[in-house]
């Protein structure tokens, strides 16, 4: 069955600064891969997402991600952050067998002035 | 502006309470879904629906929790007996075909069960 696992639970940055945020994954074939946002008190909302081709994806709000195969990992940058990036990012990854969107616990990050 | 709508966004009720919460899907989406999170689960799909019909309940607690979609615009999710363990925030997604496309979410309703 597939996972997602990312280790970091909590991240603080400086505003300006460059960001990764960490995803790993496990399933036995190309997965599709997703990164989602959860500001306080809303939904989630689609970053971006790898299906296949270019493995350098870019999103919204200035995301991109990255997907290694060797690594299995998806990690998600951006190279400046704004305060208003402050929020619970997701990480998940659907596969095929289960039909499923399954997701990581998040990593909740706080932007410092 | 297309979105998700979820009533209520707040429910505080009594454990034994029968509990009703409304999901109003983007018009022409025919994939719903529900999620249940809580700080020490996470994110868990419940169930989620095609075309108004359930294609996967298996997260669902079945003895207390129902899911339906009376209508193309209307998806419920029923906890009768409620208790304090159903305290949650419940999110109601859709999207079109199915779980490896985009999911658009609503607020969510915040359940208490006390």
């Known amino acids: 069955a597939q996972s997602v696992t990312q280790p970091d639970i909590h991240i603080t940055v400086s505003e300006g600064a460059s960001l990764e945020l960490r995803c790993n994954y496990s399933?036995?074939?190309?997965?599709?891969l997703f990164w989602y946002v959860q500001s306080p008190g809303q939904g989630l909302q689609l970053l971006l997402k790898y299906f296949s081709g270019d493995t350098l994806v870019q999103g919204i709000k200035g995301f991109e991600a990255e997907f290694k195969r060797s690594q299995s990992s998806f990690n998600l940058r951006k190279p400046s952050v704004h305060w208003s990036d402050a929020a619970e990012y997701f990480c998940?990854?659907?596969?095929?067998?289960?039909?499923?969107?399954?997701f990581g616990t998040g990593t909740l990050l706080a932007v410092q002035p | 502006d297309a979105r998700v709508t979820q009533t209520p966004r707040h429910k505080v009720t009594e454990m034994g309470q029968e509990v009703t919460m409304r999901c109003q899907p983007i018009l022409g989406h025919n994939t719903v879904f529900w999620y249940r999170q809580t700080m020490m689960q996470g994110l868990e799909l419940l169930a989620y629906f095609r075309n108004r019909a359930p294609l996967d309940d298996s997260g669902m607690p079945k003895d207390r929790f129902s899911a339906e979609m009376p209508d193309a615009t209307l998806a419920t999710l029923k906890i009768q007996p409620s208790e304090p363990r159903d305290s949650a925030v419940y999110f109601c997604a859709s999207g079109s075909q199915g779980p490896q496309n985009e999911q658009y979410f609503g607020p969510g309703t915040r359940l208490t069960v006390t």
């Open positions: 998940a990854v659907y596969g095929g067998a289960t039909n499923k969107l399954i």
């Open positions: 399933y036995g074939a190309t997965p599709y």
